[in-house]
Nanobody, 131 residues
């Protein structure tokens, strides 16, 4: 079965760093798109970053709020996608989710990090940035 398991969340001080992991099983990352999303209390879930590989090439996208601070990457051998988060701010506090869906034709992760593009979701990991 297709499963996604997030890990790496925790409590950090402002300016600190965390690396989140999204371990995939039941499929391989080739021809799949992976997105990172977050939801803070009282706010809508928002897209953070995505990465996709298809026959048409690879794509990476970031929300404006995290550009220059967050980096998404993948390790196909480990079937894992990472989100390196640097220079963390209190407003980054949220539950972070990874999501996946097939992307054989390279349609996803093009114009933004869009929730409706992903049908499979992990359970989330809490990130808290506080002094």
């Amino acid at each position: 079965q297709l499963q996604l398991v997030e890990s790496g969340g925790g409590l950090v001080q402002p300016g600190g760093s965390l690396r989140l992991s999204c371990a995939a099983s039941g499929f391989t990352l080739d021809y799949y798109a992976i997105g990172w999303f977050r939801q803070a209390p009282g706010k809508e879930r928002e897209g953070v970053s995505c990465i996709s590989s298809s026959s048409s090439g690879s794509r990476i996208n970031y929300a404006d709020s995290v550009k220059g601070r967050f980096t998404i990457s993948r390790d196909n051998a480990k079937n894992t996608v990472y989100l390196q988060m640097n220079s963390l701010k209190p407003e980054d506090t949220a539950v972070y989710y990874c999501a996946a869906d097939a992307d054989l034709f390279g349609k996803r992760c093009r114009t933004g990090v869009l929730q409706y593009e992903y049908g499979y979701w992990g359970q989330g990991t809490q990130v808290t940035v506080s002094s």
